[in-house]
Nanobody, 125 residues
Framework: QVQLVESGGDSVQPGGSLRLSCAVSGYYSFYYMAWFRQAPDKEREGVAAIDRDGTTSCADSVKGRFTISRDNARRTLFLQMNSLKPEDTAMYYC????????????????????WGQGTQVTVSL
């Protein structure tokens, strides 16, 4: 049974940093993995994606502030978030796809088959 378990969410002040982790079990190595986020009353949006070789895609809203990475040996996905803003407040989800994803769909939610339960990030004074 495939499981994705996120951790690392917290409440921080604007300008702060957090590192999210997503531990994978039940599957050897997903081809594509990504982070999505969803704020109350908003649609789920793609934040960043990474393939098995380390090639990344990133939403314009987080470019230069967030970095996605993965440790294939440990089957763990990371999201380093710096210079956090109140508008980054959301539930953050880890997602995984067992096969290739078209470049145009790497930040699209329905391109991913497996999802974690989410970890809450709150940025406020």
């Amino acid at each position: 049974q495939v499981q994705l378990v996120e951790s690392g969410g917290d409440s921080v002040q604007p300008g702060g940093s957090l590192r999210l982790s997503c531990a994978v079990s039940g599957y050897y190595s997903f081809y594509y993995m990504a982070w999505f986020r969803q704020a109350p009353d908003k649609e789920r949006e793609g934040v960043a994606a990474i393939d098995r070789d380390g090639t990344t895609s990133c939403a314009d809203s987080v470019k230069g502030r967030f970095t996605i990475s993965r440790d294939n040996a440990r089957r763990t996905l990371f999201l380093q978030m710096n210079s956090l803003k109140p508008e980054d407040t959301a539930m953050y989800y880890c997602a995984a796809a067992p096969s290739r994803v078209l470049s145009s769909r790497r930040l699209i939610a329905n391109a991913y088959l497996y999802w974690g339960q989410g970890t809450q990030v709150t940025v406020s004074l």
